[in-house]
């Protein structure tokens, strides 16, 4: 009853606040000194595209992606012109290693513009080779993200990844080749696949416990409008209700070896406390040291870490300066855009401080716990009497506890945020598949007149 209340007013929300106003050119506005600010570079190629996908992706052509890049690396000079820093980049795609020579171009372009401590790319297991691993480390990569949703053959068939990335016994292998290699090995699975049996999700985490991988993000499926139709027909109906019981198996079974950074996230090592020393294939370093702060491993939700993050590329989205904004999902008028000097984005949307707070609850909370005194003085405003509703809300349900001005979630409020994100993400894909759809609706309309 409670967690579908929590879906459903979620799901009204996100739709809400996923409204962005249409614009052919928006500018972001100059970055703000001292404010830990994180750079999304998205890579949209693939070599084939999965059916669960709602990413801006595309199928990989060699020559579109070098120009892409070169369009990419214009924008990144962009944002030094409006006067950001970036302390942390995340690559995500697409395939972003699909041209490592590119990759590595714009990677050193940026770290050479940025004060940059800590870089996080993500990849695929068939990418998984010495050459790039190599080519990762020398880049100064300190966490590889490799995308494998589960080591079953029979999903991996009804997923099309089978045929491209090998049998669930091949990518251990891979993963094993890689283990130790970086400072931090993230595997992102996947759990509530309407085939998925309570059997198959104990393997895989039988597998990944065996593999002692540095760090796992287990995301619930989260399938967008147009890709429950695709997902229907290869595995059938998802079924949202069985999740809690997968959801509490996973925490259960990881419980004795990992350590939860996020409701998803769970992390092997702990938390180190002072300055990491520099080596050779590490540059992650603590910003305040002197105050002994403790350094825990970048996370694919960078948003609980880092309250402000640009986003580069096509169809990327970003969050500067209370207002989200989206980059264009067209390929070639992003290219076109940038080339003519121009920032690419494509929609804007300037968020009301309660939106703010609003939004700091949802993805501070998803990490954990959230300081409410630290959350008013940053807004500058009683953040209390914005967000009681849900606090008070989410304390009676059982979700929440407060250890003086701290708010922690507790094993059942770590459910209820990994069902709000799913529907946050959810509501994002919706969004990313919209203007998609009125590319391909424009693209056909402009063929019609020719």
């Given amino acids: 009853m409670i967690e579908n209340l929590i879906t459903c007013v979620s799901r009204k929300k996100n739709a809400d606040y996923l409204q962005f106003i249409p614009s052919t050119s928006l500018d972001v506005t100059p970055g703000i000194r001292n404010t830990p600010t994180l750079l999304y570079m998205h890579v949209p190629f693939c070599e084939e595209l999965c059916p669960y996908c709602s990413f801006n992706r595309v199928v990989f052509q060699e020559g579109l992606a070098r120009e892409y890049y070169r369009a990419l690396r214009k924008e990144i000079l962009m944002y030094k012109s409006q006067g950001y820093d970036f302390q942390a980049l995340y690559v995500g795609g697409g395939t972003p290693t699909i041209l490592i020579d590119e990759l590595e171009e714009a990677i050193h372009l940026i770290k050479e513009n940025y004060h940059i401590s800590e870089i996080s790319v993500e990849t695929n297991p068939n990418h998984l080779t010495n050459h790039n691993i190599e080519r990762l480390k020398n880049m100064g990569v300190n966490r590889l993200s490799v995308g494998v949703q589960t080591f079953d053959n029979g999903i991996l068939k009804a997923l099309e990844r089978y ?61 967008s409008a147009y890709t429950k139709d695709v997902m229907s027909k290869k595995l059938g109906v998802v079924n949202y209700e069985k999740g809690n019981k997968l959801y509490f198996k996973i925490t259960e079974m990881l419980s004795a070896h990992y350590k939860a950074s996020t409701a998803w996230c769970f992390s092997r090592n702990e938390p180190v406390v002072g300055v990491i020393e520099k080596t050779q294939n590490s540059k992650l370093k603590t910003q305040n040291s002197a105050e002994g702060r403790p350094v825990t491993p970048i996370i694919d939700e960078y948003v609980v870490h880092y309250d402000e993050y640009a986003g580069i590329g ?82 009676l349900t059982g979700g929440l506890k407060k250890s003086g001005n701290v708010l922690h979630l507790t094993r059942k409020g770590q459910y209820y945020w990994v069902l709000m994100m799913r529907e946050f993400f959810i509501g994002v894909n919706n969004f990313r598949d919209f203007c998609r759809a009125e590319i391909i609706s424009k693209n056909q309309i402009s063929r019609e007149i020719k």
Wanted: no cysteine; net charge neutral.
């Fill in 163 to 223: 045929h491209k990335y090998g049998s669930g016994e091949e990518i251990v292998d891979r993963l094993k080749y890689t283990q130790g290699r970086f400072d931090t090995l993230n595997i992102d699975m996947i759990f509530n696949f309407p085939t998925q049996t309570m059997e198959i999700l104990e393997n895989d985490l039988s597998t990944l416990i065996g593999l002692g991988v540095d760090q796992i993000t287990y995301y619930p499926l989260m399938v």
């Fill in 314 to 395: 096509s169809g990327s989205i970003g969050y500067l300066n209370g207002s989200a904004y989206a980059n264009t999902f067209d390929i070639r008028a992003y290219i076109d855009q940038v080339n003519r000097g121009m920032l690419p984005i494509t929609g804007k949307r300037v968020f009301s401080i309660k939106e703010r707070l609003s939004y700091d609850f949802l993805m501070k909370l998803f990490g954990l716990s959230l300081d409410i005194e630290q959350m008013s003085v940053r807004n500058k405003v009683n953040a209390y009497r914005y967000l009681w509703p849900e606090i008070l809300f989410f304390r």
